[in-house]
């Protein structure tokens, strides 16, 4: 059984993706697994691409090689962005016809960003602040943080390519594609 990513790395080896695995290509369209691709070569054209998974649900032979180097048997996954995604949704959407407001005084306390709280315990210096609830016919997305996902290798004693992609992009799309 070969270490996880994070006993490899907390020994300060130093851990890559594969080059077979810098062939993927990642498009923000198009159905999972299916919409991936493999490039012919790391630094390959886009126009000599073959699917990672093709529609007879067999996958392409590069889904079976290692994800790292050196190899390892799980890796934890997460996605940082997420916590600037409600920061970023107010930029996109403060401005808009459709933005509809609420004061901080009508938030639970769940929801209320942090603020300075009174010496008597109360909010009330913040209560009439608009706050940015709902726009385009969305809830604001209120403290998303970022995604974390434990990958194990399924069948090899080693992560593979198809591991990580069926382990990773697969919970990241549908919480994406749910939030």
Sequence with gaps: M???FEE??????RIVFSDHFKRLC???RGTFPTALSVMATARGALDEME????QDGS????AALPLTEPKVSSVNASVFILNQYEADWVVMH????SAEYVTYGDLDDE?????????DGTWEADADTE???RCCGQDRPVRKKDLKVQVKATSNKFLTIQDYVSGVLRPILNWVKAN
């Design 2 to 4: 070969y270490p996880s």
């Design 131 to 133: 706050y940015l609830a």
């Design 94 to 97: 403060e401005y808009h016809e």
């Design 111 to 119: 929801t209320r960003p942090f603020g300075e709280q009174q010496e």
């Design 51 to 54: 699917p990672l998974q093709r």
């Design 26 to 28: 990642w498009p923000l």
């Design 8 to 13: 490899l790395r907390s020994e300060r080896q």
């Design 59 to 62: 996958w392409h032979e590069i």
